[in-house]
């Protein structure tokens, strides 16, 4: 629950990977529903292998902002590569999580 309620607050969408991504009609109502359905079209879902710290910038050591949970999924943009050849997700909300820690997912494409 804490996970869902740090995605929603960062506009991530943190939710265990066998459960539906989809809101109902009734959780949201038109120019909302419309952006949420075109930003999820936009974004890849993956799912972490293993815990997985969200950071401000594509880096270790830069500010974590909190943790995917093993098993659970969120929703990319797009993979980048840092100075030190570490590739790194981009999230909707500008923030990023390293590849490693997320099951393979061929075909992302870059930012």
């Given at each position: 629950?804490?996970?869902?309620?740090?995605?929603?607050?960062l506009?991530?969408?943190?939710?265990?990977?066998?459960?539906?991504?989809?809101?109902?009609?009734?959780?949201?109502?038109?120019?909302?529903?419309?952006?949420?359905?075109?930003?999820q079209?936009?974004?890849?879902?993956i799912?972490?292998?293993?815990?997985?710290?969200f950071?401000?910038k594509?880096?270790?050591?830069?500010?974590?902002?909190?943790?995917?949970?093993?098993?659970?999924?969120i929703?990319?943009?797009?993979?980048?590569q840092n100075?030190?050849?570490?590739?790194w997700?981009?999230?909707?909300?500008?923030?990023?999580?390293?590849?490693?820690?997320?099951?393979?997912?061929?075909?992302?494409?870059?930012?």
């Amino acid at each position: 629950m804490l996970i869902a309620s740090f995605a929603a607050a960062l506009s991530l969408s943190a939710v265990p990977a066998a459960a539906s991504v989809s809101p109902s009609a009734g959780e949201l109502s038109g120019s909302a529903a419309a952006g949420a359905e075109e930003a999820q079209a936009a974004s890849i879902k993956i799912v972490a292998a293993e815990d997985a710290p969200f950071r401000t910038k594509p880096y270790g050591s830069s500010h974590k902002i909190g943790t995917v949970q093993a098993g659970n999924a969120i929703f990319i943009q797009c993979r980048l590569q840092n100075s030190y050849g570490n590739y790194w997700y981009r999230t909707g909300a500008w923030h990023y999580t390293y590849s490693a820690h997320y099951l393979s997912y061929p075909g992302i494409p870059a930012c």
